[in-house]
């Protein structure tokens, strides 16, 4: 059953705690101002300074779990398809979050949603090409 839970509801569930403690929760404007804050700075070999944020580190994490997610789209199992069915989900309530919370209209929360709508794109595409390479379209069926 894990093999159909979307691991990107994960960094998606994050940033919604990360707004739930802002004061306004949902309707809060100051949430970019969150996500952009500096927690640590790197310094670089070429002597400059890299400010990470709390934004960078919640895409950085993404990524990760999206390219685990692309892995896992690419079996032909029918829990694949419960998988599929949940990434779709997942990202309609990111766009009805981005559209419709305050809190949600950042870079940070948009760059997640366009990552849970390419792992629908891809869970999509991957089932739909595999399954026309397992049916046979020869006129005498051989």
Not at 12 to 32: C, M, R
Not at 33 to 59: C, H, K
Not at 114 to 130: E, K, N, Y
Request: charged share 10%; hydrophobic share 60%; glycine share 4%.
């Amino acid at each position: 059953m894990f093999a159909a839970f979307p691991l990107l509801v994960l960094p998606v569930l994050v940033y919604n705690l990360i707004v739930l403690t802002l004061t306004g929760g949902f309707s809060a404007f100051d949430a970019s101002t969150r996500m952009s804050q500096e927690l640590f700075v790197i310094q670089m070999t070429s002597r400059a300074a890299w400010p990470v944020s709390l934004g960078d580190l919640l895409l950085a994490a993404a990524l990760v779990v999206l390219f685990i997610e692309l892995l896992k789209s690419t079996t032909s199992r029918r829990i694949a398809i419960v998988n599929h069915s949940l990434s779709m989900i997942l990202f309609i309530v990111c766009l009805v979050e981005f559209l419709l919370a305050p809190a949600f209209a950042t870079s940070t929360f948009f760059l997640l949603t366009i990552m849970v709508l390419l792992d629908v794109l891809a869970g999509f595409i991957v089932t739909i090409v595999s399954a026309r390479r397992d049916v046979d379209f020869s006129p005498d069926g051989v």
